[in-house]
């Protein structure tokens, strides 16, 4: 079973940045569609971006612009760049395939955006 990491998170104001990283177990990692989602307080979790194998992106409509979801294949990992943070965005953010494996879902990690 593959089980992915995310780090990265962390408390950061309105219009700030942050970076996540995910890493995966497993030798297939590159020919994985990857995905990130996030479960804000009092929401079901919900998909934000994905990465095919070959590199082709797709955003939640109120990320576009703002995130940039991309991967190195030689790493087994697959990153987050989110700019012009809003509270909006507070939430656990987690990796996994897409679509997502039952069971690989990691512990995530906690971004918060608040003055």
């Known amino acids: 079973q593959v089980q992915f990491v995310e780090s990265g998170g962390g408390l950061v104001q309105p219009g700030g940045s942050l970076r996540l990283s995910c890493t995966a177990s497993?030798?297939?990692?590159?020919?994985?569609?990857m995905g990130w989602y996030r479960q804000g307080p009092g929401n079901l979790r919900e998909f934000v971006a994905r990465?095919?194998?070959?590199?082709?992106?797709i955003y939640v409509d109120s990320v576009k612009g703002r995130f940039t979801i991309s991967r190195d294949n030689a790493k087994n990992t697959v990153y987050l760049q989110m700019n012009s943070l809003k509270p909006e965005d507070t939430a656990v953010y987690y990796c996994?395939?897409?679509?997502?494996?039952?069971?690989?879902w990691g512990q995530g990690t906690q971004v918060t955006v608040s003055s």
């Open positions: 996994n395939r897409v679509p997502p494996m039952i069971g690989s």
């Open positions: 497993g030798s297939i990692f590159s020919t994985y569609t």
């Open positions: 990465i095919t194998s070959y590199g082709a992106t």
